[in-house]
């Protein structure tokens, strides 16, 4: 039995959201009139009659498919199984796209023949595609007699192409990779584009090259990095070269740069291709700002940086008026996940979250809690893309333990008469804010009468209130989009009001160290790593004062020298080489301070250090932020190669402490052994009483 994808989309909606949808609302979801829709269901109900299923609207027009849940079954199966007879407007864009960027210049007849579509479709088409490449600063102009013309530099074509595939075919890309692996994939082209031996050789190739790289990407971040390779090989091979004008800073992407070029080489090799500069430059960028799996061996590379972190739980904590700060796994989820982030956004490198509607209708408090806090603790940038929030969002969601946001927001709106305008106002509203969750619609009126209007989240308005002395927003009855932005201001302004008393507050778990079904063997494991990784910092804390001026080798190289004669360390070269290898990946001083932290992991460490050095001159650094420090106090902060999540914590709590507040600050550039020593103490104290329970 023939479907076309139209009328299975109009099924799998209907059995999706039984009742929920009618005519009118089908045809807006899949672009298209309501007539259209109407002449399709004829056909759905000759396909539901094959399985003994009827089609039936309840008494609000809500469509529902009618029979036996078995055939209902039935159905699903089959519509799983089934190809359309048609393409998807999707894929015709899709093919649209490709031919485009194929050709310098397209005649548009030829393009609607080879679409199999009008000509007023193709323009409807184009439409589209102009606005959406416009984010890619690429420029699709249409001249009559001419033709269809695509002007812009060749990264951002490729960048385009590739999220074109990430935003429409992610899951049909997964599954493709799936059964070519299994090889059980048997089709000339996979989605117009893909050869399947030669995307199959590149996932190899690529699989092999990350699977013992540092660079541990998530299965987006491999996916994208696969598509924007295959796609330079294939840009390549049509003479669709790289622009010579791109910047070469390969010292900002030196690592991702040694290991592109690695892969490159194999694949040069295997192809018979040849890869420029430019090319694996521009692959280091992409894999720069690729998303990261794991975070349990980040380094606190920059303490600048992982405050500002600390910075952003604690707003969105104060927000929701639940304590998250205690969280070191969320912390250090997000420091993963922040540092690439943000790559992305500076090099307005755009990011594809399959989640992200379903993100901002579970969690809409707390996805405006986040764009919130992230905003204002990086306001270096000038805007976060809504996919990059909802990927934070999911951190705090998991947070949270929280399967649903049940935060009741009430809403009150007023307008001359309380009917008509208003009851169409009210649904807009429901529509266009899913914050929203209850509106209730009364006349002035009945506002003059005895209403607690304090019971209210929020009131909108179709008229002046001069006689109420509650804030409001007046909007347009029609409630138009800057009524809209407006709405969603005031929302986004007021959390911390709004969620004062609601679910989020009986969320109580921090601090909290076990779960109830945590092994007896674990729980003291993880005391053992506590009490040993505290004793070692606290133990073999030293301070020392230099008398005489001397280079930062000869500071440190003494400073090793006493560790190792305390059998804190071995192969005191070796570690040093590892503190110089951190030095050339960025700046060791902290801004505005005369403090410099040299830091690294290594096998030949064997204990938690963490020591201070002053010197009698300051001496010039490189600071975290790119800008010197004149560094007066130098602090080693070592730790073995392999470390507990306790032992994490630890490093990271001491090393943001530092910066916390003015008076850390102050202490830790003081050149007090004692006040420094006490200090020290009293960050360990605390971390135990947090998260222990200790009384006092």
């Not at 590149?202 to 987006?220: C, G, K, Q, W, Y």
């Amino acid at each position: 039995m023939h479907i076309t994808s139209r009328e299975k989309a109009i099924i799998e909606l209907i059995i999706k959201t039984s009742g929920k949808h009618t005519a009118l609302s089908i045809s807006s979801s899949l672009h298209v009139s309501a007539r259209t829709i109407q002449r399709d269901l004829k056909t759905v109900e000759k396909i539901l009659a094959h399985y003994d299923l009827k089609l039936s609207r309840n008494k609000n027009e809500g469509l529902v498919i009618e029979g036996k849940n078995e055939q209902i079954f039935r159905l699903v199966q089959h519509l799983t199984s089934s190809d359309p007879i048609d393409e998807t407007p999707q894929e015709r864009k899709l093919r649209l796209l490709l031919a485009i960027l194929n050709e310098d210049m397209y005649k548009t007849q030829l393009l609607a023949n080879y679409l199999g579509v009008s000509t007023a479709t193709l323009a409807v088409y184009l439409d589209e595609l102009t606005a959406w490449l416009s984010y890619f600063q690429l420029k699709l102009t249409r001249k009559r007699g001419v033709g269809v013309e695509l002007d812009g530099n060749e990264a951002n074509k490729r960048r385009a192409l590739a999220y074109f595939f990430m935003q429409n075919f992610h899951d049909e890309l997964i599954e493709k990779l799936f059964l070519l692996e299994q090889d059980a994939l048997h089709e000339e082209k996979i989605l117009f584009y893909f050869t399947p031996d030669y995307l199959q050789e590149v996932n190899i190739l690529v699989t092999e090259a990350f699977h013992s790289a540092p660079e541990r990407l998530a299965d987006s971040g491999f996916l994208e990095m696969l598509l924007h390779i295959y796609i330079t090989l294939q840009r390549i091979d049509a003479d669709n070269l790289m622009d010579e004008e791109v910047s070469l800073t390969e010292s900002e992407v030196a690592a991702e740069y040694e290991l592109m070029e690695q892969i490159v080489r194999k694949l040069e090799e295997t192809f018979d291709v040849e890869v420029s500069k430019e090319d694996i430059f521009y692959l280091a960028l992409i894999l720069k700002g690729s998303k990261l799996r794991a975070s349990d061996a980040v380094p606190n590379d920059s303490i600048i940086f992982a405050q500002k972190i600390k910075n952003v739980i604690q707003s969105v904590s104060n927000q929701l008026h639940v304590d998250l700060t205690q969280d070191f796994s969320l912390f250090q989820g997000l420091l993963a996940h922040m540092g690439p982030s943000l790559f992305r956004i500076k090099q307005k490198m755009e990011t594809f979250n399959p989640l992200k509607e379903e993100i901002k209708k579970k969690y809409p408090v707390l996805f405006m809690a986040v764009k919130n806090s992230v905003e204002r603790e990086f306001q270096e940038i000038d805007y976060f893309p809504e996919d990059e929030i909802a990927f934070m969002v999911l951190h705090f969601g998991s947070a949270l333990v929280m399967r649903e946001e049940h935060l009741i927001i009430k809403a009150l709106v007023i307008c001359p008469t309380g009917i008509g305008t208003s009851k169409m106002l009210a649904s807009r509203i429901k529509k266009e804010i899913s914050e929203i969750n209850q509106i209730e619609i009364m006349s002035i009126k009945d506002i003059k009468s005895q209403v607690d209007l304090k019971s209210y989240d929020m009131i909108i308005s179709t008229v002046r209130l001069p006689f109420i002395n509650v804030e409001y927003t007046l909007v347009n009855p029609l409630l138009t989009e800057a009524n809209i932005a407006t709405i969603k201001s005031f929302l986004q302004n007021h959390i911390a009001s709004l969620t004062t008393g609601k679910q989020y507050a009986e969320v109580d778990h921090f601090p909290k160290v076990y779960e109830e079904n945590l092994d007896l063997n674990d729980m003291l494991q993880d005391l053992k790593d506590v009490q040993q990784s505290v004793e070692a910092i606290a133990n073999h804390f030293r301070f020392y004062r230099r008398e005489r001026w001397e280079s930062q080798e000869e500071i440190l190289e003494a400073m090793l020298q006493k560790a190792e004669e305390e059998s804190l360390l071995e192969n005191r070269t070796d570690v040093l080489k590892s503190l110089r290898e951190r030095e050339t990946l960025g700046g060791l001083g902290i801004p505005q301070t005369n403090i410099a932290l040299f830091h690294a992991r290594n096998k030949h460490v064997h204990q938690l250090i963490f020591q201070i050095t002053h010197l009698p001159n300051p001496c010039l650094v490189k600071g975290m932020d790119g800008n010197d420090v004149l560094m007066k106090n130098l602090i080693l902060m070592l730790a073995p190669a392999e470390l507990s999540l306790r032992e994490q914590e630890i490093l990271s709590l001491i090393s943001t402490s530092i910066i916390e507040t003015d008076e850390s600050l102050l202490i830790f550039s003081s050149a007090n052994e004692d006040l420094i020593y006490n200090k020290l103490k009293s960050i360990l104290v605390k971390y135990i009483e947090t998260n222990f329970k200790i009384m006092k």
